[in-house]
């Protein structure tokens, strides 16, 4: 894990872009005191994340769940919302990320930003034992569910260590195209995103059909989903749930 060994404070632009370019390549740009830092020789375009949409994903977080103080993040990548979320004074955040190279990004900027309430797990989602870092008061489950062989699982999981989930997804809306899958409608999606660090951690994912996620979520047991966002075009639509026990 790399180190910031001087304050943030301390750190001109030029050194803060060094340790950025020695990091790299980056996926999302980063803002610190007003300016924009990215790997610019490696920037894969299209793929830097509108920072509105972070904005409002903070905000309808913090408005569904005010009163958390211990959440897990799922698929942290390089912290582009960790940053924002974990902010919140009193909070205790565990954020896990599947690539160790996301990691060592995600901790400089964790360090630049002074927040230390943040720990950091390397690890496949699909594979781990959430109990071994529970309980939670809720989980941020943002940009990964449909990176995911057996996405119901993970919210079964994810419901044995926490009451409350704030997820964002894209789901499959042709359902025409879509095959059975045990209880759900899916379509099997190969991971060849062009830019591979955006790619899952297994070849192929499912992504659930719309009756299907909420299927899925019901039978992981969250008995209630607020639908906080939802919109797109063609098969690939996206929507933003508060889903609780």
């Not at 299209?46 to 409002?56: D, L, T």
């Not at 899958?181 to 659930?208: C, D, I, M």
Request: net charge negative.
């Amino acid at each position: 894990m790399c180190r910031v060994n001087q304050s943030a404070d301390a750190l001109s632009r030029q050194q803060i872009q060094q340790r950025v370019d020695e990091l790299g390549p980056w996926v999302h740009a980063f803002e610190f005191n007003g300016v924009q830092y990215f790997d610019s020789s490696a920037r894969p375009p299209g793929v830097f994340p509108k920072a509105i949409i972070r904005e409002r994903r903070t905000e309808d977080f913090w408005q569904v769940f005010p009163d958390v103080r211990r959440v897990l993040e799922l698929g942290a990548l390089e912290g582009a919302d960790t940053v924002d979320l974990a902010r919140r004074v009193g909070v205790e955040w565990v954020a896990v990320e599947g690539r160790p190279e996301n990691l060592r990004r995600l901790e400089f900027v964790l360090e630049l930003n002074g927040l230390r309430n943040v720990s950091l797990v390397l690890a496949d989602v699909e594979a781990m034992d959430f109990a071994e870092l529970g309980p939670f008061d809720a989980a941020v489950c943002s940009g990964i569910l449909y990176h995911l062989q057996r996405p119901w699982d993970l919210l079964a999981s994810l419901a044995q260590v926490t009451p409350a989930v704030f997820l964002w997804t894209h789901y499959w809306g042709d359902e025409n195209s879509a095959v059975p899958y045990g209880r759900y409608l899916v379509k099997e999606v190969p991971e060849t995103f062009p830019e591979p660090r955006l790619r899952g951690l297994a070849p192929v994912s499912r992504w659930l059909c719309r009756d299907s996620l909420f299927r899925a979520a019901r039978d992981a047991g969250f008995t209630a989903a607020q639908v906080l966002a939802e919109g797109g075009e063609g098969p690939a639509w996206e929507i933003t749930l508060a889903l609780r026990r």
